[in-house]
Every structure is written in C-alpha cells, then in structure tokens.
C-alpha cells in the first residue's frame, strides 16, 4: 500500500485481541511482486521460513502453514487425530474453548466435557481423572482463553496426561491461538501433540493464515483415521510442507509477511518476546487496576497477551471506545456474557510501551471528564 493511500485512511491503533495492530513494514511486505505458488520463488520462500517458525513454535518437525484460521486447524485436529465414534475429552473454560467444543461435536465425535469456571485456569487433577476412566484417544484444551484474558498451565497439564497409565498414547490437542509467540510454550519439550494458532493474533500479521505444529504421535494416529476431510488433512499438507509447499494455492503475500516478521521475531528472540509481552501485561495491570477496576479472574493465570477487567466502576464501555477512536485507538468490551461487564486490552504481537502510555493518557482523560 502506498503512503497517500495509508494516510488517506483513519489509522485507528488496534488495542483489541485480534485482529490486533500490523506494522506499515509488514503491510508493505505484501506488496511485493506476485509469483506462482508451484513457482521455484514460493517453495524458497517457505524453506526461509519454516527453521524461523520452527523456533517460534519450539519444535523439530516443520510447522504446517494453511490459508485459513485457528478454526480450520480445530477441525482439522478433530478429524484427524480422533477415530469416527472415538471419544475426546474438552476441558471448556470460556468462549473459544466453547466453540471449538463445538466443532468436535460437528464432527461427529463423542465428547465429554469437564468445564472450568470463566476466569479461573483450566486445572489437571478434573482432567486426569477423568481420564483415568480410560476410553480417550485425546484432549482438548485452550492455552491462552481470549475471552477471558487467562493463560492455562499448558505444561502442568500434559506432564499430569503423561503420567497417567497409558498416557503416552493420548493426544493433546492445544488451541494457542492467542499465544503462541506472546506466551511462553515448548512444543516438543512438553510433549505436546497439536499445537494450533493463527497469524492476527501475537504475530501480528493480518488474518488470513493458520499455523500448527504436529507430533509424530499425532500423524501415527492420523494414519489409523480414515475420511480426514480434504483441506486439514494433516498428512497431505505434511507431505507438501516437505517440499515446501501447500496442497492448495498458497497465500503468498501473507508468507512474504511472515517471513519479513518472523525476522523480526529472530532478531528480538522468541524468549525475548515471551518477556517483552509479560512486562507489558504487568504495566496494563498495574495501570488500569490502579484506576479502581479490577483484574478479572485469577491474577496467577493473567495472560501476557491479553488482559481483562472487570467493569467496577460501571463506566460505559461503548462511550469510553467511543471516545478512544476520537483519539485514532480502540479497546475491546467483555466477550459474550461479560459484554458490558468487562473491558479487554490486548497488549500483544509489535505493540510497545510507548503505545500503552498513549493508550492510558486517553483513557485518564475520559474517566476525567
């Protein structure tokens, strides 16, 4: 895009979980010329970013890229790595966690659910012992709930499933959506399965490209699972990814983006980031709480990428954003049942300090006024 087209635009800054603000760079970097995506040009640009998006995802198996949103790779995870008629168990601890639930039960698979109040982490010791029962092939949980600004104990719960007789065998699905490359988490090391997100979300991209991460557990289990689907099938896009490619057209000027970012996210290091987003939660926290709202839910499991208070002070939400978009920036209301009675501040993906600051000057002069 050029600049007298961006500057012919309201620039409204994105405070809001997704899609969250992109950088003028990484909007440019998809103007560059386009190829074809069976072209030599796309399968050197994917070999480019597969060892960066193998860092930030923390794993030795490439990452699979598919045009798309967290959503297809919930199917896809479902379909893929849970028998037709098998079970799954669901731990539902807010909105997201509620629709992908949804999505298992869409396709056919028999679902326990085991939910967690909205606010509070999502815990192993419900989990395994429903577990232990025996009968699962997986579970399904949320990493960082972006409706109610809790991050889950990804680790403590797949070291809890491993240690449970026959556990090794489970699949663990994790819906990252809101925090891979915001909120700390090691794919392999943790012994995950399916680890799932989406590009407009900590990596600060535009919407439009899912991202997973998959064992070599899960593509075992795949193989055993028969009518896959076409566009999640894991094995076909596993095969491509090989060649550094897609089975189907390739959203090249979102991979351009990507890669421009992931160099980005190399030069700050993943760890750094993981650091850089928590210290920014700890500066939106300690300024908004010290405005008389509070925190909602547990402030142990507050996530670093998004936060989100409760509406104490009974301020109009819809008035304060409209006020804030006066201002050229906008936060998110409460999600769902919360709508009124929260506020979200997505502190995630290229936002700095100096972003927060102005974004705190703003809201001090409406509760002034």
């Known amino acids: 895009m050029s600049d007298s087209v961006r500057n012919s635009q309201q620039h409204i800054k994105l405070f809001i979980p997704g899609p969250v603000e992109v950088r003028p760079e990484i909007l440019d970097a998809q103007a560059g010329w386009m190829f074809g995506h069976r072209m030599p040009e796309a399968a050197e640009l994917i070999g480019r970013i597969q060892p960066k998006l193998m860092e930030v995802f923390k794993t030795k198996n490439p990452v699979l890229i598919q045009a798309g949103t967290g959503s297809l790779f919930w199917e896809a995870a479902v379909r893929n790595c849970v028998s037709e008629g098998g079970r799954i168990l669901h731990a539902r601890s807010g909105a997201f966690s509620q629709k992908w639930e949804s999505i298992v039960r869409s396709c056919g698979r028999e679902t326990t659910v085991i939910d967690f109040e909205w606010g509070q982490p999502v815990l192993p010791g419900p989990l395994v012992e429903e577990l232990a029962k025996g009968g699962y092939e997986a579970i399904a949980f949320v990493h960082n709930e972006t409706s109610t600004g809790v991050t889950n104990p990804v680790q403590e719960i797949a070291a809890a499933v491993r240690a449970l007789p026959g556990g090794e065998e489970i699949i663990i699905m994790v819906d990252s959506v809101s925090g891979i490359s915001g909120a700390e988490l090691h794919f392999d090391e943790w012994d995950l399965d399916i680890a799932l997100t989406s590009s407009q979300k900590a990596f600060a991209l535009p919407p439009g490209l899912g991202m997973c991460a998959v064992s070599d557990r899960a593509y075992a289990k795949a193989e055993t699972v028969p009518n896959r689907g076409y566009y999640g ?66 402030p142990a499991y507050a996530s670093p990428t998004v936060s989100n208070f409760a509406n104490t002070l009974e301020i109009d939400i819809n008035a304060l954003n409209a006020f804030l978009r006066t201002k050229g920036m906008i936060i998110s209301n409460g999600y769902g049942d919360l709508k009124g009675k929260a506020f979200r501040i997505a502190h995630m993906g290229d936002i700095t300090e100096v972003d927060l600051e102005e974004l705190f000057a703003a809201i001090d002069e409406f509760l002034s006024t």
């Open 233 to 298: 099938d894991l094995l076909t896009l596993r095969k491509m990814m090989k060649k550094f490619n897609t089975p189907n057209t390739s959203p090249v000027p979102m991979l351009l983006a990507l890669d421009v970012q992931l160099d980005a996210m190399m030069a700050e290091t993943i760890e750094g980031r993981w650091e850089r987003h928590i210290a920014q939660r700890d500066m939106t926290v300690a300024y908004i709480t010290s405005k008389g709202f509070a925190l909602y839910g547990d």
